[in-house]
């Protein structure tokens, strides 16, 4: 416990936290207002069969894509801030069970990741379908099925990905390399993707772990995809093998 609230008082005490936090707030919601209210705007111009699929959770999915950046640096910067202030050597000597330490880093990290993801999903859902019904286009509710499901687990994906950035950056003990390694987990391999054979391509969106981990805020179930939970599962496990690879070099490289 008293390495928990170490390392709280020393998230807690950095500039570079709350405004990376503000940075997540404000984009969440403020994406998340833009797109849903770009989406009730269009209902109006769709066609019959078009309304009959009409799905107002897709607006949820930008905002997603965007904000895991932000909450990714968030992971980086925990761990790599360290070592580009050398401050990691003092925390080594104060702590010296390296695991300890680093379990300590991810535990206050993983949190204030899952409250802040919870905190945009919610807003960011509540906003959202109150543009959507302004407009005069069906909304969602929470007592839909699924509904419930994809709110909460957006935040769970965005503390995921806050952990994912944090194993990156105890590999590479760089903020550029950390930074770069979770744009390129997230976004950049999934467009490379898109430019391979049809069959591959669809191989990635099933299966590469950020993509597979963002069908938990679907509602309306993908022909192919893996169910919501599956997929957040395998993005479980490559985060953990990420933060597992990040242990090991700690223990076993001089800071």
Known sequence: MRVLRSEWTKLRSLRSTWLVAAVILVLGVGLGALTSSALG????????????????????????LITQLAVGVLGVLVITGEYATRTIQPSVVAVPRRGRLYAAKAVVLGGLALVLGQLVGFASFFVGQALIAGHGAPHAVLGQPDVLRAVVGGGLYLSAIALLGFGFGAIVRSTAGGIGLIVGATL???????????????????YWPTAAGEKIISVVPEAGALAPWTGFALLCAFVAAACVAGYVLLRTRDT
């Open 188 to 206: 950049l391999v999934r467009l490379i993707a898109q430019a391979l054979p049809a069959g591959l391509s669809d191989w990635m969106d099933r």
């Open 41 to 64: 705007s269009g209902y109006a111009t769709l066609s019959a069969e078009e309304r009959a699929d009409w799905n107002p959770m897709v607006a949820g999915l930008p905002t997603l």
